[in-house]
């Protein structure tokens, strides 16, 4: 019935022997013939596959990537998105791939309307800073949609691929980033199979319900244009050792309330906001306050990349008027560390240290993304 498969073989035997579920990202052919008119030239679509195997070795799920990234040239879009999910004894899984994570379907149908508890995420993902780092983003993402996220990254530093996860609604409960080295690592946690259910889960957070309620804290600072991954960003800088900021472009205005341990000379932060049409490498809407530390004091540098810092702050809560319920909370250390458990999110939408940050801060961010307006 089936034409021989040695990989899906040995991934099933695996599976059966170890009685562990396997999920693997392969490639996957479907022939076709001139009935359909969109068959390609040789007969044959060909899809960025995951397969999933529970632990009897039978196949349980499989997902045909929807979201290609710009060079997945060797691949087909399939017709429809496809929602994909499989039950076990430890709750309800999904599965999508790499780039569908930025968008709506699959991967906010699956939470949203399917109610999964646990997302299976297999990427090759390129780390983009400041807010596009694998560990920061992933985390981020289970946090906003309130769901368990294993993430298997790559691992190829030429590409600037590292960074795999095991991250909860409250926080990475495990990860590994490592630039300096080509060798992988294990990851282990354990995690509420019903995070929903968790009484740690918390209510729907009204994201602009803070941000829309205070005055504007600071009027006529000097605000610049900075880029950030291609994105123009309205900036104010941060002069003050402590005190509170906003800064605003279109609908969107990020409040800042901070207090630094000791404001350096040989440091500076902006509050930056963006409220635009994303276009390079794929095009989604965003909606973004940020709090980060810029590459030198020349503010010239603001956005670009950065890794390491020296400041440290003793609290900081950041909010904005979000137009978008889908909001992402990332906290950044000296060194691309997160934060787990040192902050959180309240209902009103404030993003808040819960004590004082144990490292140096190089970015605290509120990701939005606006599906709709895609």
């Known amino acids: ?43 044959r679509y060909q899809y960025n596959t995951n397969v999933v195997f529970d632990p009897e070795g039978k196949l349980v799920a499989r997902y045909h990537k929807y979201n290609l990234f710009i060079p997945e040239t060797q691949f087909d879009y399939p017709k429809e998105p496809e929602a994909v999910t499989f039950e076990t004894p430890f709750g309800k899984f999904g599965i999508f791939t790499c780039f569908d994570i930025l968008f709506y379907e699959p991967a906010v149908v699956l939470v949203s309307k399917l109610q999964v508890d646990t997302v299976l995420f297999p990427t090759a993902w390129m780390n983009v800073l400041p807010f596009l780092t694998a560990v920061e983003f992933h985390s981020a993402w289970a946090m906003g949609m309130g769901v ?48 929903r259910l968790s009484p740690a889960s918390s209510p729907d957070v009204k994201w602009n319900s803070h941000a829309s309620s205070v005055e504007r804290f600071s009027l006529n600072d000097r605000e610049f244009e900075g880029i950030i991954f291609h994105d123009e960003f309205t900036f104010t800088e941060i002069t003050k050792p402590e005190g509170n900021r906003t800064v605003c472009q279109k609908d969107l205005c990020c409040h800042l309330s901070y207090k630094m341990a000791g404001k350096r000379e040989d ?70 560390q997160l934060a787990p458990g040192e902050f959180e999110v309240l209902n009103d939408g404030r993003l808040v240290s819960k004590t004082r940050p144990t490292k140096p801060v190089v970015t605290v961010t509120l990701f939005g993304r606006w599906y709709e307006k895609d």
Not at 26 to 43: A, F, Q, W
Not at 158 to 168: E, H, L, Q, V
Not at 174 to 194: F, P, Q, R, V
């Open 148 to 195: 368990n996220l294993l993430a298997a990254n790559t691992h190829y530093t030429k590409m600037s691929m590292t960074g795999s996860g095991i991250y909860a609604p409250d926080g990475a409960r495990t990860y590994y980033y490592n630039m300096k080295t080509e060798d992988g690592h294990l990851l282990i946690a354990e995690l509420d199979s019903h995070p």
């Open 267 to 336: 440091e500076v932060y902006v509050l930056g906001a963006f409220d635009g049409l994303h276009v390079v490498e794929g095009q989604y809407y965003l909606q973004i306050c940020t709090l980060l530390k810029c590459k030198s004091t020349d503010l010239k540098t603001c956005g670009q990349p950065v890794e390491t810092a020296q400041t440290e702050f003793e609290m900081f809560s950041l909010s904005g008027t979000f137009g978008t319920n889908y909001v992402f909370p990332e906290v950044l250390y000296s060194g691309v």
């Open 1 to 43: 019935r089936f034409t021989p498969a040695p990989v899906q073989e040995r991934l099933s035997c695996m599976a059966r022997r170890n009685s562990i579920y396997v999920v693997a990202n392969i490639g996957d052919k479907k022939l076709c013939n001139s009935s359909d008119p969109s068959c390609p030239s040789d007969g």
